[in-house]
């Protein structure tokens, strides 16, 4: 089966949104350990530990005030959206109108999720963002489902977290 070259504009939103994810994550990581490790530091290392104290609070206030964790969810599940989406279409399982279709799908949703933060309502993990015309996962396929807590899924959550 021969592939379709994939939209460069597809790519670089591809692209563009797995390399925020990444970033994202590295950025909650990186800084929290970094946190973590300079407030224990200050602990065993007095003479630092006024400075080990300013850079420990400046790590968690980063955290606190920039939320990467939640950034990086934005933007994997808006990549993983679309991801599927262009996969279908390298190897011919669904046409252009489709794979345009999914980028739109994958973005509304970003967008929702951003809207969402703005105005302090929970972002859900339990996004379906199913099209009926593109569902190419079969009866009872959870293609672009992402389980999360129990209220919004039924109580079915397979994470087992609440």
Request: charged share 20%.
């Amino acid at each position: 089966m021969e592939e379709q070259i994939i939209p460069k504009t597809v790519q670089k939103r591809l692209n563009g949104w797995f390399n925020a994810f990444w970033f994202f994550i590295l950025c909650y990581y990186i800084v929290g350990v970094g946190g973590v490790l300079a407030s224990a530091m200050s602990v065993g290392y007095p003479d630092f530990s006024k400075p080990l104290g300013v850079v420990s609070a400046c790590c968690i206030a980063f955290l606190a005030f920039m939320k990467p964790e939640e950034r990086y969810r934005k933007h994997v599940i808006a990549w993983r959206l679309l991801d599927a989406k262009v996969n279908l279409y390298r190897y011919n399982l669904i046409n252009i109108e489709q794979l345009i279709e999914g980028m739109a799908l994958a973005e509304s949703t970003l967008d929702q999720m951003e809207r969402d933060a703005a105005a302090g309502t929970p972002t859900s993990r339990n996004v379906n963002v199913r099209s009926p015309t593109t569902n190419h996962g079969g009866a009872g396929s959870s293609v672009g489902r992402f389980h999360g807590t129990a209220e919004n899924d039924g109580g079915n959550d397979s994470s087992g977290g609440a």
